[in-house]
Structure formats: structure tokens, C-alpha cells
């Protein structure tokens, strides 16, 4: 990206009614961190259990003490999420577990807490996993950065929108856990990354993301067009 002066980008959201956008400034979308878990015990017969090391016991222990962390370890007032979606363990009822596989996501707006969020992760699951015999290893990806919109470019992207629709299209959209990879540009260059509201109660528009009958406004790609076009217009006659 050498040569680059600045970045936008646009994301419509079904959550927000057509006609609207958000282009705020700081911190927008949160860091999106991977983690896979592998505690290994020792297998043996159910019926049995002082002859073996419970892995999948060991699993279940450490996904309850991980919520300790932003219970106990993270300043309340900080957004975080650890968030264990899978746990895969075991072969057959009446035998031990002699390993279990959990995975997660992790996700904050601070690259400070995240760093913080990636030791308690390992102190954590290691230490519960000794406590019941047990060891456990940590495989951790940084994957997305936080994305945070200029404040310079924001003002920018606000004169747009004022111009191509109105003051009162400006929306305001509260900071979310969810993420994109658009904020590795915002590492890169200043910019900002705003929020086009595609939703309609009256064109059936008003199913999440993801939903299976996800459906957009279409009047909301005409809007997203026009505002490319008046930012990188304002963008360019700006200091910046």
C-alpha cells in the first residue's frame, strides 16, 4: 500500500433502516482471535475412572474457569468475549476420554487486552489441566485487528453523507464484538469504514446477516455508490 493516502470502505447492514449510515469514529469492531485447546489424559474403562485421567473432565473445567477471565481479570467496563464453540471428545460411553479438542474465539478493542486475553488463555487452561492430571496445549492465531475509523475521516465521511442525503440520515451504530478484515487497511492508511443501512420492514428486508432469508433494500447500493463517490471527492480536497 505504498502511495496510499487514505481508505474507505462500506458494509450494509440489515439492522440499520435504508436510508441511514453510520460513519463514527474510534473503535467500531472488535479483534477477532482463534484458539484451539488440546488437553491429553489417559484412557481407561468408565467403570474405572482412578486407573485414568479424564480429558474430556479436564475440557469441561477449563471452559468454565476461561469465563473467568473477563469476569475477574478485565476491567468490567471493556468489552470482551471469550467464547468456547466446540468440544470434541471421546469415543464410546463407558470409556475415558483420553483427549479433548476445544475451540474458540476471543474478541476485544485493545491490542493491550488482547495480548492479556492470549496469557490468561494459556495460564488458565494449563493449570486447570494439571489440577486434574491432565495436560493441555494451546494453538492461538491473531487473526483480525480491531478496526478503527479515523477521526479526521470520519468528520470527511460525514460531510458526505449530509450531502448526498441529509443530516438526519447520520445513524449512530454502538461498537460490536463482531468483525472485519477491512481494519488491516486502517493499519495501513486513514480512513474509516461506515455502515449503510439496507433495512426495510416493507420489502421484507429485515432478517440478520447470515439469516437464511437475509435480504437487502436495494436502494441502499445506490446510496453506497453515491457515497464512494462524494467521499473520495471530499477525501481528495480535504488536508489529509
Do not use: W
Not at 420492514?201 to 436495494?218: C, L, Q, T, V, W
Not at 436502494?219 to 471527492?233: F, G, H, P
Request: one cysteine or more.
Amino acid at each position: 500500500m505504498d502511495g496510499v493516502d487514505g481508505v474507505f470502505g462500506i458494509h450494509v447492514s440489515s439492522n440499520l433502516d435504508c436510508g441511514k449510515v453510520s460513519v463514527e469514529n474510534g473503535p467500531r469492531m472488535a479483534c477477532a482471535d482463534v484458539f484451539k485447546i488440546t488437553i491429553k489424559g489417559k484412557s481407561g474403562h468408565g467403570a474405572r475412572p482412578h486407573q485414568a485421567i479424564d480429558a474430556l473432565v479436564a475440557a469441561c473445567a477449563s471452559v468454565l474457569n476461561l469465563q473467568t477471565v473477563v469476569s475477574r481479570e478485565i476491567n468490567p467496563l471493556e468489552p470482551v468475549v471469550i467464547t468456547v464453540g466446540s468440544i470434541k471428545s471421546g469415543t464410546r460411553f463407558n470409556i475415558i476420554a483420553n483427549q479433548a479438542v476445544l475451540e474458540g474465539t476471543s474478541r476485544c478493542f485493545g491490542e493491550e487486552i488482547r495480548q492479556q486475553i492470549f496469557s490468561a488463555i494459556d495460564r488458565v487452561i494449563k493449570y486447570t489441566a494439571q489440577a486434574y492430571r491432565a495436560e493441555a496445549e494451546l494453538e492461538y492465531d491473531f487473526t483480525t485487528s480491531p478496526l478503527i475509523n479515523d477521526d479526521k475521516c470520519s468528520e470527511i465521511g460525514a460531510g458526505a453523507v449530509k450531502k448526498i442525503l441529509s443530516e438526519k440520515a447520520l445513524a449512530h451504530v454502538g461498537r460490536t464484538l463482531g468483525t472485519d478484515d477491512f481494519s488491516e487497511y486502517l493499519k495501513k492508511a486513514p480512513g474509516i469504514y461506515a455502515l449503510v443501512g439496507a433495512g426495510n420492514k416493507s420489502k421484507g428486508a429485515i432478517y440478520p446477516h447470515h439469516h437464511e432469508r437475509f435480504n437487502i433494500d436495494e436502494d441502499s447500493l445506490e446510496i453506497s455508490s453515491a457515497l464512494y463517490a462524494q467521499y473520495a471527492l471530499d477525501f481528495l480536497e480535504s488536508s489529509l
